[in-house]
């Protein structure tokens, strides 16, 4: 439970379980009202909860499908209607294909339409009062900066657009004129007013992020604070919270050396194998259909093999053979060699660009984790050529490789592909802070978002 916290905050998961709420009890209003017996003997004798729990289930997997989880704050009602509407018509239709296959499951007609006229008053007025109350500050960390260092004005805005982090900006300390620089953010005085301020705006956490290394730190008032039970941490710290991602840009080698939880532990590394080996075992018969559909069409539609092999780079730097669809010309490296995909590459075929967008592509490493090279999440596997070549430009681009690689990936899902040094930095912090996150509950939620990215065709280039 602990880990879950950690990746998603905790008045998210209280919204889920109030909407939870919400949405059965709409429907069971709407049972009381149309049931032509004893509403009671519907719901617990003739499959009514199941039939409400199935309908609550597409409701609620409609909101997340929507990004209404990815921020709670309301900023167009407008929009909220229209997503709330998008909301219930995906809950319909997977009503309409349940009554396909088990017709027995599906809610009465006029049970649903008076149930879901209830949630669509009710739910927009949920959302914009939870946001009202977020964006209110009812609760929550009152964080203070002391230093207004170009990271910490990035947590800084962060924390001001996303609310539900639990955290409430209260203002930034920074000395002399570097203070009128930053008085759009919030400024409240020198560093020396640390006390002062900590007392007056009742702050709870502070992070320190110096501008400058030779600016003195306020260590022994920050001392006593922390004895007095106020949360203080560098910005790094608080960055990785709230972005996700590790910052490359405040990481030192002595920092990561004598960390106390540097990467997984051998034991982790063990289970997430066994996992990962029976998941991508279970998928392989299930889209065993889409596989063989999918190679007769790459090569119906262009000449070439259907399956591409690679060289890629896995665990500790050691190389193997990836397989994937192929998806560009077979001739697409031959003048130029190795070089990254571009965006609206012309080496790609009408075909590829679905098979990419839907991942339907990266279907075939299965067969990779099932061999012990891949696992089913895990950084993305680069090749060699590139491998040497980031290995000297970015520095702890290496250590990504502590772990196997994954067909999917905390990076793949929360940074568009691109094909620059910066994609690839900002990819690599979300790589490392994987890397020392990694847990079965965060592999799951790589999965869980990766079978939304598929289902919406948010895929790669």
């Known amino acids: 439970m602990r880990s879950l916290l950690k990746l998603i905050p905790a008045s998210v998961l209280g919204a889920i379980a109030c909407e939870i709420i919400l949405i059965a009890s709409a429907y069971v209003t709407a049972a009381f009202i149309h049931s032509d017996v004893d509403a009671t003997v519907w719901l617990l004798y003739e499959d009514g909860l199941p039939r409400i729990a199935l309908m609550v289930l597409g409701i609620t997997l409609g909101l997340y499908l929507q990004d209404l989880y990815d921020q709670l704050r309301v900023a167009n009602k407008v929009i909220l209607i229209q997503q709330i509407c998008l909301v219930f018509g995906f809950a319909f239709l997977l009503q309409a294909v349940l009554s396909y296959i088990r017709p027995e499951l599906v809610l009465p007609r006029w049970m649903m339409m008076t149930g879901s006229l209830i949630l669509l008053l009710l739910l927009p007025l949920w959302r914009i009062a939870l946001s009202d109350a977020i964006m209110g500050n009812l609760a929550g960390d009152r964080v203070l900066f002391v230093g207004a260092s170009p990271v910490s004005l990035q947590i800084a805005d962060q924390i001001r657009n996303r609310p539900e982090l639990g955290m409430i900006f209260t203002g930034v300390l920074e000395d002399g004129a570097a203070g009128e620089v930053v008085a759009s953010e919030g400024w409240l005085g020198p560093l020396s007013d640390l006390r002062k301020v900590v007392d007056e705006h009742k702050v709870t956490r502070i992070v320190v992020g110096l501008r400058e290394h030779r600016q003195k730190m306020p ?106 669809f192929r998806s560009m010309r077979a001739d697409a490296e031959a003048k130029t060699g190795a070089v990254w995909a571009q965006r609206n590459d012309p080496r790609i075929t009408p075909l590829g660009r679905f098979l990419r967008k839907s991942r339907i592509d990266e279907l075939p490493q299965l067969f990779n984790v099932l061999r012990g090279e891949m696992s089913v999440v895990g950084p993305r596997p680069e090749r060699p050529e590139f491998v ?68 919406l065709s948010r895929g790669a280039q």
Request: glycine share 6%.
């Open 219 to 324: 260590i022994n008032e920050l001392l006593d604070l922390g004895f007095a039970g106020i949360q203080i941490e560098e910005a790094s710290t608080t960055f990785e919270y709230v972005f996700q991602r590790v910052c490359t840009e405040q990481i030192r080698p002595s920092q990561l050396i004598f960390t106390s939880k540097l990467g997984p532990g051998p034991l982790m590394v063990r289970v997430q194998s066994m996992y990962s080996w029976v998941i991508a075992l279970t998928a392989l018969v299930l889209v065993s259909p889409i596989m063989i559909l999918a190679a007769i069409l790459v090569k119906l539609t262009s000449p070439g093999p259907a399956l591409y092999r690679q060289q890629r780079v896995g665990l500790n730097g050691k190389e193997f053979t990836i397989f994937k």
């Open 388 to 455: 040497a070549t980031l290995s000297e430009q970015i520095p702890f681009y290496r250590q990504r490789h502590v772990v196997r690689p994954g067909i999917t990936g905390w990076a793949q899902i929360n940074h568009k592909y691109g094909d620059t040094i910066e994609d690839t930095v900002r990819k690599l912090e979300y790589d490392l802070y994987y890397i020392k996150s990694l847990s079965p509950a965060l592999d799951f939620l790589v999965m869980f978002h990766t079978a939304k990215v598929m289902l």
